[in-house]
């Protein structure tokens, strides 16, 4: 197998790099508070209208009967569900929304994603009706219902038409208030990636000897638990408006500012990844697709059908690493230059990304934005 490169020149995304932070950097940028973590509420529902690219009932499986009959039981009218054995002008969905960590409110509006359950070919022009959403994929009598979908479905990558968006077409019926004080105690959570024990205790320097604080009369309010968790006590005058005492912590300043985070930020909705020139990979192993992530092969090798091969990390490197060896990690545009070379997509690249930093491996702040 011939040896790939990793090459210098990058071509197939459009790759920035910048400093991490322009302005002082602040809590904010290395935690996050427990308690406010997102929510995804989910439901089955019909798209429909669509071009003879819908269901075809007469190839359903098992699971997708069965959901079938548990959208009956939920208030499916008996018409609808003729309809989709009818023709193949609907189809069955599943219907996703995710409220953000920081929560939202009975009323508010948020976009769906709408994924094939069944054996459409797409979802093309088709419109989702009234859907229920709950905590569950069970609905029935007893579901408790936090949101209501409906609308045009759009269509955002035609490689993958059996997935769609409905913009703003969840209309939340429930407020979501996510609890982040327990026993007089917010605690935050430092981002994995960053987390060690250095880090925590220069965030709970940065809280103890805040100006804010020191004038409340509060003396070490905040305390490095461990490598990821610093915990800050609230005192009972800021019991009555707890997101101003919130607001306080994560805009202390840190003045014994630690290394700039290098970062990598993807908008998967474009395909468009930025990677700053300090983002490492530690050494790690990835298979995804047809592609493999193994050590460099010996030249002359015959390269396997059905397999693209692309350079991660040389196992030797990991294997020295693990004995307690100082080994310098690769940098994660070096691994984007080999992928480059071997035209990968750019989904691709993301999804490879997605499980480094599932992983744990990408040193550095992966983030995603819309």
Do not use: W
């Not at 990058?10 to 508070?33: D, G, I, K």
């Not at 219902?145 to 409905?166: C, F, K, L």
């Not at 060896?325 to 990304?353: G, Y």
């Amino acid at each position: 197998m011939p040896t790939i490169k990793l090459f210098t020149t990058l071509t197939l995304f459009h790759v920035l790099t910048f400093s991490a932070f322009a302005a002082p950097l602040r809590v904010e940028h290395f935690v996050r508070v427990k308690g406010q973590e997102p929510t995804t509420i989910t439901g089955y529902g019909i798209v429909s209208g669509l071009s003879g690219t819908g269901d075809d009932p007469k190839a359903y499986n098992p699971a997708t009967v069965a959901i079938l009959r548990q959208l009956s039981r939920s208030g499916m009218s008996g018409s609808d569900a003729k309809g989709i054995s009818a023709a193949k002008n609907s189809a069955l969905v599943r219907v996703m929304v995710t409220i953000p960590g920081s929560g939202a409110l009975d009323g508010d509006m948020l976009d769906c994603t709408i994924v094939s359950e069944g054996n459409a070919k797409s979802l093309l022009g088709g419109v989702l009706s009234p859907t229920m959403l709950s905590t569950g994929l069970q609905q029935d009598e007893n579901a408790m219902v936090y949101g209501m979908a409906q609308g045009r479905v759009t269509i955002e990558d035609p490689a993958s038409p059996n997935v769609g968006r409905v913009v703003n077409g969840c209309r939340l019926l429930a407020d979501f208030r996510n609890p982040y004080v327990k026993d007089g105690l917010v605690t935050l959570r430092i981002k994995r990636e960053l987390a060690r024990p250095k880090l925590a205790l220069t965030i709970a320097n940065a809280i103890n000897n805040d100006p804010e604080f020191q004038a409340l009369g509060m003396i070490q309010p905040a305390k490095a638990i461990n490598s990821i968790e610093v915990v800050v006590k609230m005192p009972s005058t800021a019991y009555g408006d707890p997101m101003d005492f919130l607001e306080k912590i994560m805009d202390a300043e840190i003045m014994e500012a630690p290394k700039a985070i290098p970062r990598v930020t993807i908008n998967e909705r474009a395909g468009t990844i930025a990677i700053d020139e300090e983002v490492e990979v530690k050494p790690t192993l990835v298979n995804h697709k047809n592609m493999i992530a193994e050590a460099a092969p010996q030249p002359g090798d015959p390269e396997p059908d059905g397999q693209r091969q692309f350079v991660d990390i040389d196992t030797d490197l990991k294997f020295r690493q693990m004995n307690g060896e100082a080994v310098q990690n690769l940098k994660l545009k070096a691994l984007q230059s080999s992928l480059d070379a071997i035209k990968v997509t750019p989904q691709d690249m993301i999804d490879i990304i997605k499980i480094l930093h599932e992983q744990g491996a990408i040193i550095g702040e992966v983030i995603f934005v819309d």
